[in-house]
């Protein structure tokens, strides 16, 4: 093995709250450094509160809260209980989402989403510190303006004030920001191929980071798609689920950063036809064997470690590993999470 990883596990997005307790707890029994939790069809925070209320080790993330539809002195406010409850294992993981969702979705206006958040993360950490430290809060800028928090309404000191800020980055101009402000950055399953961290994420961070003149950029969290399991039969079955997310994902222009490095622009244009007429089962077939070979690592579970340490060894700080759809396949995943770990 080349080098220890963080491993991280992400939840379903459509795992009910009643069921996120048993899988956080299950989560952590497995080996996991972290869980991700994410904030798309259900509240990042709530899900986020009843994972840490479950489980005693295990560091709990959203990924990615939607940040601009909230205030950011709720999710301040939010992140210092979640922090102060769970004795200091939440980070605090922010995404913009895209403006259709921003504006149709949510019913909240549209701005430069670079500059906002990086106004976002300057708004949280300044009201942190008035919480930490009881200084008065003065934070303006062009989208934000907290001036404003008596005594009364001061939660007051806590044991673990520093709370994580994850960026979600897939555009060179975010990943930069990511760079500048951040602790770390997630990436989206569409840029966590190896070739676009080495020409793309990890130069943009740098670029950010030097601005910024900070030593060392963020951490990286590889957030791609991983196909494995027991058998031969269940890493084709994964790898045939990633074809079909990722021909979803990659129908989103957006998302073509990396279709783009690898000279893939077509399919993604092709695949935005495609959703604009509603042809959803065509999607997959856009992606051919070569593209899923250069995206998504597969193998089973004894050769699992070594194909993401070849992958993200020398790029990520963190990667994230599915958990088996089987729990029948618990104990072959834990090993596979050890090995990961570097933990023989």
Same mark, same amino acid.
């Given at each position: 093995?080349?080098? $220890?990883?963080?491993?991280?596990?992400?939840?379903?997005?459509?795992?009910?709250?009643?069921?996120?307790?048993?899988?956080?707890?299950?989560?952590?029994?497995?080996?996991?450094?972290?869980?991700?939790?994410?904030?798309?069809? #259900?509240?990042g925070l709530?899900?986020?509160?009843?994972?840490?209320?479950?489980?005693?080790?295990?560091?709990?993330?959203?990924?990615?809260?939607?940040?601009?539809?909230?205030? %950011?002195?709720?999710?301040?406010?939010?992140?210092?209980?979640?922090?102060?409850?769970?004795?200091?294992?939440?980070?605090?993981?922010?995404?913009?989402?895209v403006?259709?969702?921003?504006?149709?979705?949510?019913?909240?206006?549209? !701005?430069?989403?670079?500059? *906002?958040?990086?106004?976002?993360?300057?708004?949280? *950490?300044?009201?942190? #510190?008035?919480?930490?430290?009881?200084?008065?809060?003065? @934070?303006?800028?062009e989208?934000?303006? @907290? !001036?404003?928090?008596?005594?009364?309404?001061?939660?007051?000191?806590i044991?673990h004030p520093?709370i994580?800020?994850?960026?979600?980055?897939?555009?060179? *101009?975010? !990943?930069?920001?990511?760079?500048?402000?951040?602790?770390?950055?997630?990436?989206?399953?569409?840029?966590?191929?190896?070739?676009?961290?080495?020409?793309?994420?990890?130069?943009?961070?740098?670029?950010?980071?030097?601005?910024?003149?900070?030593?060392?950029?963020?951490?990286?969290?590889?957030?791609?798609?991983?196909?494995?399991?027991?058998?031969? $039969?269940?890493?084709?079955?994964?790898?045939?689920?990633?074809?079909?997310?990722?021909?979803?994902?990659?129908?989103?222009?957006?998302?073509w950063?990396?279709?783009?490095? #690898?000279g893939?622009?077509?399919?993604?244009?092709?695949? #935005?036809?495609?959703?604009?007429?509603g042809?959803w089962?065509?999607?997959?077939?856009?992606?051919?064997?070569?593209?899923?070979?250069a995206?998504?690592?597969?193998?089973?579970?004894?050769?699992?470690a070594?194909?993401? !340490?070849?992958?993200?060894?020398?790029?990520?700080?963190?990667?994230? @590993? %599915?958990?088996?759809?089987?729990?029948?396949?618990?104990?072959?995943?834990?090993?596979?999470?050890?090995?990961?770990?570097? *933990?023989?």
């Open positions: 093995m080349q080098s $220890a990883m963080q491993v991280w596990a992400s939840m379903d997005q459509r795992t009910p709250l009643s069921a996120v307790e048993a899988f956080a707890r299950r989560v952590e029994a497995l080996g996991y450094d972290g869980l991700n939790v994410p904030d798309s069809v #259900h509240d709530l899900a986020s509160a009843a994972a840490l209320r479950a489980t005693t080790r295990l560091r709990v993330a959203t990924s990615v809260l939607v940040s601009f539809p909230r205030s %950011p002195m709720i999710v301040a406010i939010a992140a210092w209980d979640l922090q102060e409850a769970s004795a200091g294992r939440f980070e605090l993981g922010l995404g913009t989402q403006r259709g969702n921003v504006v149709g979705r949510y019913s909240t206006p549209w !701005t430069p989403p670079v500059r *906002r958040m990086r106004e976002y993360v300057g708004a949280l *950490r300044a009201i942190w #510190h008035t919480f930490q430290s009881g200084a008065r809060l003065d @934070f303006r800028g989208d934000y303006a @907290f !001036t404003r928090l008596q005594p009364f309404f001061n939660p007051g000191p044991a520093g994580p800020i994850f960026l979600g980055a897939v555009g060179p *101009r975010m !990943t930069e920001l990511a760079g500048e402000v951040a602790d770390g950055v997630v990436t989206h399953p569409t840029n966590s191929a190896p070739r676009f961290l080495r020409e793309a994420t990890r130069p943009a961070l740098a670029r950010g980071a030097a601005r910024a003149g900070r030593r060392e950029g963020p951490e990286i969290e590889a957030g791609g798609l991983v196909a494995t399991g027991a058998s031969a $039969a269940e890493v084709s079955a994964q790898r045939e689920r990633a074809r079909e997310l990722l021909g979803f994902l990659y129908s989103t222009p957006a998302y950063p990396t279709l783009e490095l #690898h893939w622009k077509e399919v993604g244009e092709r695949l #935005h036809r495609l959703a604009r007429e042809r089962g065509e999607m997959a077939g856009a992606l051919d064997d070569a593209m899923l070979d995206l998504v690592p597969a193998g089973p579970y004894s050769e699992i070594r194909i993401l !340490t070849d992958w993200y060894g020398a790029l990520a700080a963190r990667v994230t @590993f %599915p958990v088996p759809p089987d729990a029948a396949r618990d104990a072959e995943a834990a090993r596979a999470i050890e090995a990961l770990r570097g *933990r023989p």
